[in-house]
Nanobody
Framework: QVQLVESGGGSVQAGGSLRLSCVASGRYAMGWFRQAPGKERDFVCAISWSESTDCADSVKGRFTISRDNAKKTVYLQMNSVKPEDTAVYYC?????????????????WGQGTQVTVSS
């Protein structure tokens, strides 16, 4: 049973920073997605086994994904946040190690953590 446990969500003012963490029960390629009310779940950032990374254009230069394999933890560092970053953020995992950006590419999902950015 794959378990993903997210933490680090909360409320922050625009321009501030927040770091999300996701602890996995094994070694996977990982991704972060987000879903705002009434909208589809969208790709944010992903990291492969070999630590290649990719992020959506809307967050490039502001968000960074990284991993600590010893701790089986993936991080999403969110800087210069904007009100439009407000959403539930989901951690996702896939057994195959390549970099993927589609919701359907991931087999396992966390429960989500709320991020609210106020102006």
């Amino acid at each position: 049973q794959v378990q993903l446990v997210e933490s680090g969500g909360g409320s922050v003012q625009a321009g501030g920073s927040l770091r999300l963490s996701c602890v996995a029960s094994g070694r996977y390629a990982m991704g972060w997605f987000r879903q705002a009310p009434g909208k589809e779940r969208d790709f944010v950032c992903a990291i492969s086994w070999s630590e290649s990374t990719d992020c959506a254009d809307s967050v490039k230069g502001r968000f960074t994904i990284s991993r600590d394999n010893a701790k089986k933890t993936v991080y999403l560092q969110m800087n210069s946040v904007k009100p439009e970053d407000t959403a539930v953020y989901y951690c996702a995992a896939r057994r195959l190690g390549g970099l993927r950006v589609g919701v359907g590419d991931y087999e396992y999902w966390g429960q989500g953590t709320q991020v609210t950015v106020s102006s």
